[in-house]
Each structure stands twice: as C-alpha cells, then as structure tokens.
C-alpha cells in the first residue's frame, strides 16, 4: 500500500485504529489464532501439546511464562543455522540484538517480516495522530540514526541490532517518505562504521538543509542529546567545513566522504549566519531552532531511562514541542503514543491489539508476596496471574507478557508499565520502569525512577553554579557490612566538596521509600556513597556497549549496575574522581 500511496492517508489510519480498538477484546482471540495457527507446527508449540487449539484458556494451560534465559537454547539453535521450524512456522532469517544496556550484554531475538509490518504500523498510527496536531510540511528529517555493525551468525544468519533491521528494510525508506519524514542524511552516514563520523555528517546534512528540517528525531532521545552536545563541541568546525566546501579530515571513511562530497558546496554565507547564530546564543538554549528555523517538534522515545535527558533537551530545543515516540522492544512492538500533546513526562502508548497477543502481571499483589516471601525466608516463589489485555485496571501497575509473530510466547520482556486509562478498549500505558532495575539491599526497593527522582533533587544543588549532572548510574555495593548505595555521577564542571557534600546527603534524603528510610535509620543500609567520575567516563561505557555490537539508536546508559555487568562497574569505579558518604541520617 505504502509504495504507491506519495503521503500516507491519515484519516484511514486513524479510522482503522479506531475501528481496531473498539472491539480489543474479540482482536486479541483474532490475533493469537493467527500466531498460533501460523506458527502451530513449530517445534516449541508442538512439544506444549496444544495439538491445534488456538484460544486463549487452552493457551494459558499448555504454554508457560518465559523469560529470554529459557529460550536462549531455541534461539541459539537458530542462530546457529538450524533452519527447521524451531519457534516459528516460517523460518527466521534474520536475528535482532536487543541493546542488552540494562542486562549487560546484547541478547539475540528473532526478527521476521511481521515483525516489520508491526513496526510500520505503529509508526504510521503514531504518525497518523501526531499529524493531525503538528502537521509538517514537505521536507525533511533530521534523524540522528545510526546502524550497529551488521554480523552475521555461525549459521550465517544476519545479526544486527532491531533498528539497523529496520533502517535497512527497503519498506522503511517507503514509510518515511509517506511520513514527510525522510533522513536528510545519505545512506552511507547511517550506515557509517563509525558513529563519530556519522554523527558529525548528521549535523552537517542537518546544516546544509537547514531551511528544509521539520521535525529533529532519534529512536531515544539521548541520541539528540548527545548530538548537540557533540554541536557545542565541533561547531566551528562544521562551520569551515561549509564555509569552505571540504569535509573535515575527522571524517576518514571513503563511502561516507564520497556521499557527502555530493552535497558540500562552498557556501560561506550559510556558514557566517551559522556562526553568528552560534555566537548569539546564550548557553546554547534554544540552540535547535536557532539552527533549523522550520521545525515543527522534537520526535523520539523520551520516556523510562530517557527522562533524565529532558532537562537538557528542553533547553535545546526552546519553545518547540517535545513528542514521546512510541513503546517497543527489539522483541516486538507494544503501543503507540496517539495524545501527541500530553508532556513526554505524562505520555502514554495505547496497545495495538494486533499486533501480538498481551498478558499482564499484576505488581501490587505480587510485590507483597515478594516481602512476605521475604518475611517467611523460605522463597516460594507464588506463580503469577496474568490478566488480559482488556482486563487490566485503571491506575494499576504490571509487568507485560508478549506473545508476538516473531516467535515468542508468553514472554517476560521486563517491563513494568501502569494503565492510565483507555483508549476505546484498549489500554494506554505509561512506562514505569525495567523490572529487574532495582536498588535493593534489605526490605528497601527503589526503581530506576525513584534514583532519577533522587537524582534530580539533588542536581538542583548544583544548577545554581549552571552546572548539571551529564549521566549517572548507581551500584548496590554488599561488599561492605552493611550494604549502601553507590550513586554515580558526571558533572559537566568543578564544583566544590561543600556543594557536592551537600548533593550527597540530599540524595540519601531522596529516597523516599519506606523500606529505604527505616533501613537507614537503623543502619542496616549504611550511608550513600556519591562517586563523582571524570568527564567521559560516560562515553567510555557507550564506547563498551558500541563494541558489543550494539548501536548508538538504541542505546541506553545502565542506570544500576550489577553483578552480571562487571566491566561497566569497572569503568565506572576506575574513573572516579571523588567520592563523599553522606551523613544525612
Ligand atoms: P531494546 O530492545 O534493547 O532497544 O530495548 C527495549 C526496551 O527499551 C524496552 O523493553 C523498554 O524497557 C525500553 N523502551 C522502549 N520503548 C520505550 C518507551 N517508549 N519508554 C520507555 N522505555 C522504552
């Protein structure tokens, strides 16, 4: 449809959402008889027995709850180049790497062409509702994108991250040109095999288009931030390489030279309005549309562990509107963010209910089960009862299962969301947090959100100096008696031990969760540690994560490290700079 359609239609998307929704219920039977019956002769279904029944109840019995451990073996074997049905009807050909950030190392998950058209779809409904609120004109995108080294497996099979799957499907160059949204940068900067080098040509086809850019977008927002962070740093030198015509010598790949050679010309006007523009701006605020005078908004996924980059995002971007993409996960899609006006901050994503089959797990219960286990010291762990899509209830929190057409069934993804309301009948979530990030050492649980609140709090401290906290992490260190908390942070300048003393306690104080608080109180967790790192120690762990094989679209800084994240912890712990306990108890 897309290919011959030049601008998407809509109203018809929207039309079909709707009429999608309505009925979330009787859609999500529809949809896991299709999964079911399209992958019913895959060995992992054959072996659970449901001998060709397709509803839900006889699912639910045969099928069991599965995290990504449990299928490591199927998944392997396919990777591996065993091309009989392992987990789909269909052979898979082509492996997703999760960006692994929050686990450590990068998981391999099946990829397919439902998988794609999943994808498409939750863009153009996304699409479809942002433009009926922020309409862009003919022209481009500025798309800070990036692809992961593309591998291939022991069986031969392609391996690169979701994204560069999707960056290199033809149907997504289609896609965004229905969209309005097309890369203003070539193929070759996307694909670049350096992410320095792509980034800095990124600005520049951003520059040399200035006038044509609608909309600034990256898969997470931490890309944006990064890139104009990277702009305070290489302006002026972006600004001779317009001036004069040249691409700077930083720039040393040939098939990204030759692409952009196309498009530098001499153009020393452009580069003193730049220049000026640059020399004009107080602190770089409103740096975006300085640049880019026809922007209409900011795109990217900005809530979960992007939040904590509003704060410099906002202040790049000026007035312009940020809008929160939408919710997936290399393993599937979940929902798109149709209230495009809602602050990133509040978004929510309303599930497309078909496009997999969801279970929910519902938190509150099964939190205090966890403290009674906790309590009773012998660890029964209680089996948990998912509720379905339409079943869950407003203001409640859960963790989601997917069971999608790429192969997985009743999957833990690991995500805890919360239902804010809904949309016809289907839910619209907002994302809580990853559920294995936590901050725990005795009856004490503090999520991803609870650090960046604390985190936040005591930033303030230091804004007075105009400074601010570039990226942080935490550690729960066990190795002293008792355990405490280990709070990374980097700061973009020198502030003193008084202030940062100060930041310290503040965010001991910042934990306002009861465990926390009353296990302070009687030492059982000893005092907060602040560890100040040096500048770049950030970049060091992105660099880890590049290595792996993951890429800068999808990555997410590791917001508390592990056990099973050692090399991270030792970057981190080798690059400190300073360090205070606090005393705030
Ligand atoms: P990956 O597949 O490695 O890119 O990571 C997927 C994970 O990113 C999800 O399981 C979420 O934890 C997180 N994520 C994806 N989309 C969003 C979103 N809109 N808001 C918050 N977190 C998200």
Same mark, same amino acid.
């Given at each position: 449809?897309?290919?011959? &359609?030049?601008?998407?239609?809509?109203?018809?998307?929207?039309?079909?959402?709707?009429?999608?929704?309505?009925?979330?219920?009787?859609?999500?039977?529809?949809?896991?008889? @299709?999964?079911?019956? /399209?992958?019913?002769?895959?060995?992992?279904?054959?072996?659970?027995?449901?001998?060709?029944?397709?509803?839900?109840?006889?699912?639910?019995?045969?099928?069991?709850?599965?995290?990504?451990?449990? %299928?490591?073996?199927?998944?392997?074997?396919?990777?591996?180049?065993?091309?009989?049905?392992?987990?789909?009807?269909?052979?898979?050909?082509?492996?997703?790497?999760?960006?692994?950030?929050?686990?450590?190392?990068?998981?391999?998950?099946?990829?397919?062409?439902? %998988?794609?058209?999943?994808?498409?779809?939750?863009?153009?409904?996304?699409?479809?509702?942002?433009?009926?609120?922020?309409?862009?004109? @003919?022209?481009?995108?500025?798309?800070?994108?990036?692809?992961?080294?593309?591998? @291939?497996? @022991?069986?031969?099979?392609?391996?690169?991250?979701?994204?560069?799957?999707?960056?290199?499907?033809?149907?997504?160059?289609?896609? &965004?040109?229905?969209?309005?949204?097309?890369?203003?940068?070539?193929? /070759?900067?996307?694909?670049?095999?350096?992410?320095?080098?792509?980034?800095?040509?990124?600005?520049?086809?951003?520059?040399?288009?200035?006038?044509?850019?609608?909309?600034? *977008?990256?898969?997470?927002?931490?890309?944006?931030?990064?890139?104009?962070?990277?702009?305070?740093?290489?302006?002026?030198?972006?600004?001779?390489?317009?001036?004069?015509?040249?691409?700077?010598?930083?720039?040393?790949?040939?098939?990204?030279?030759?692409?952009?050679?196309?498009?530098?010309?001499?153009?020393?006007?452009?580069?003193?309005?730049?220049?000026?523009?640059?020399?004009?701006?107080?602190?770089?605020?409103?740096?975006?549309?300085?640049?880019?005078?026809?922007?209409?908004?900011?795109?990217?996924?900005?809530?979960?562990?992007?939040?904590?980059?509003?704060?410099?995002?906002?202040?790049?971007?000026?007035?312009?509107?940020?809008?929160?993409?939408?919710?997936? *996960?290399?393993?599937?899609?979940?929902?798109?963010?149709?209230?495009?006006?809602?602050?990133?901050?509040?978004?929510?994503?309303?599930?497309?209910?078909?496009?997999?089959?969801?279970?929910?797990?519902?938190?509150?219960? #099964?939190?205090?089960?966890?403290?009674?286990?906790?309590?009773?010291?012998?660890?029964?762990?209680?089996?948990?009862?998912?509720?379905?899509?339409?079943?869950?209830?407003?203001?409640?929190?859960?963790?989601?299962?997917?069971?999608?057409?790429?192969?997985?069934?009743?999957?833990?993804?690991?995500?805890?969301?919360?239902?804010?309301?809904?949309?016809? *009948?289907?839910?619209?979530?907002?994302?809580?947090?990853?559920?294995?990030?936590?901050?725990?050492?005795?009856?004490?649980?503090?999520? /991803?959100?609870? %650090?960046?609140?604390?985190?936040?709090?005591?930033?303030?401290?230091?804004? $007075?100096?105009?400074?601010?906290?570039?990226?942080?992490?935490?550690?729960?260190?066990?190795?002293?008696?008792?355990?405490?908390?280990?709070?990374?942070?980097?700061?973009?300048?020198?502030?003193?031990?008084?202030?940062?003393?100060?930041?310290? #306690?503040?965010?001991?104080? *910042?934990?306002?969760?009861?465990?926390?608080?009353?296990?302070?109180?009687?030492?059982?967790?000893?005092?907060?540690?602040?560890?100040?790192?040096?500048?770049?120690?950030?970049?060091?762990?992105?660099?880890?994560?590049? $290595?792996?094989?993951?890429?800068?679209?999808?990555?997410?800084?590791?917001?508390?490290?592990?056990?099973?994240?050692?090399?991270?912890?030792?970057?981190?712990?080798?690059?400190?700079?300073?360090?205070?306990?606090?005393?705030?108890?």
């Amino acid at each position: 449809m897309l290919e011959k &359609m030049e601008i998407l239609d809509v109203e018809m998307v929207i039309e079909e959402f709707e009429a999608m929704t309505k009925d979330a219920g009787s859609v999500q039977r529809e949809t896991l008889k @299709k999964i079911l019956e /399209e992958n019913g002769c895959a060995e992992y279904l054959q072996n659970l027995g449901l001998n060709g029944r397709t509803d839900p109840e006889s699912f639910k019995a045969c099928v069991p709850l599965v995290t990504h451990q449990d %299928l490591e073996p199927y998944i392997q074997r396919i990777a591996d180049g065993d091309s009989s049905p392992i987990l789909t009807g269909k052979p898979i050909t082509t492996i997703s790497l999760s960006s692994g950030t929050t686990q450590g190392k990068p998981k391999f998950v099946p990829f397919n062409d439902e %998988l794609m058209e999943t994808t498409l779809q939750i863009y153009r409904t996304s699409y479809a509702f942002r433009n009926r609120e922020f309409p862009v004109g @003919k022209g481009k995108a500025l798309q800070f994108i990036y692809s992961s080294k593309q591998s @291939k497996t @022991k069986g031969g099979l392609f391996a690169g991250t979701a994204t560069t799957n999707v960056f290199r499907n033809s149907q997504f160059k289609n896609a &965004m040109q229905a969209m309005q949204s097309q890369c203003c940068s070539p193929d /070759e900067v996307i694909f670049g095999p350096d992410f320095h080098q792509s980034l800095y040509c990124h600005l520049l086809c951003g520059l040399i288009f200035r006038e044509e850019i609608q909309l600034v *977008s990256s898969t997470f927002a931490h890309s944006i931030v990064l890139a104009f962070r990277t702009f305070e740093q290489v302006w002026e030198e972006l600004c001779a390489d317009i001036r004069e015509g040249i691409l700077s010598s930083r720039i040393t790949f040939a098939s990204v030279r030759s692409a952009m050679a196309k498009l530098l010309k001499p153009n020393p006007e452009l580069a003193d309005l730049i220049h000026n523009k640059c020399t004009a701006l107080s602190n770089w605020y409103g740096l975006i549309p300085e640049l880019f005078p026809n922007v209409k908004y900011i795109y990217g996924i900005m809530t979960g562990s992007m939040e904590p980059y509003l704060k410099k995002l906002r202040h790049y971007a000026g007035e312009l509107p940020l809008l929160s993409a939408d919710y997936g *996960s290399s393993e599937g899609w979940i929902g798109a963010n149709i209230n495009p006006n809602l602050p990133p901050e509040s978004a929510t994503y309303a599930v497309l209910p078909n496009i997999g089959y969801f279970e929910f797990i519902p938190l509150n219960e #099964n939190v205090e089960e966890l403290v009674q286990d906790k309590i009773n010291t012998s660890f029964v762990s209680a089996e948990p009862k998912p509720v379905g899509l339409t079943e869950v209830k407003v203001g409640e929190e859960y963790e989601i299962i997917m069971t999608t057409f790429a192969g997985l069934y009743r999957y833990r993804l690991g995500d805890v969301v919360k239902v804010m309301g809904f949309h016809n *009948s289907t839910p619209e979530l907002n994302f809580v947090c990853r559920r294995n990030l936590m901050l725990t050492i005795n009856i004490d649980k503090n999520t /991803e959100k609870d %650090l960046q609140l604390a985190v936040e709090e005591a930033a303030k401290l230091i804004a $007075g100096e105009k400074l601010e906290v570039v990226d942080f992490s935490s550690h729960v260190d066990v190795s002293t008696d008792p355990g405490h908390y280990v709070i990374f942070w980097e700061i973009s300048g020198e502030v003193s031990d008084e202030v940062l003393k100060e930041c310290c #306690n503040c965010l001991d104080r *910042s934990f306002v969760d009861a465990g926390y608080i009353s296990s302070r109180k009687v030492n059982a967790i000893g005092p907060l540690e602040l560890r100040v790192v040096w500048r770049g120690t950030f970049q060091k762990i992105l660099d880890h994560y590049l $290595g792996l094989g993951a890429a800068l679209s999808q990555f997410k800084t590791p917001r508390c490290v592990g056990p099973t994240n050692n090399k991270v912890l030792q970057i981190l712990c080798g690059n400190v700079a300073k360090s205070y306990f606090s005393t705030a108890f």
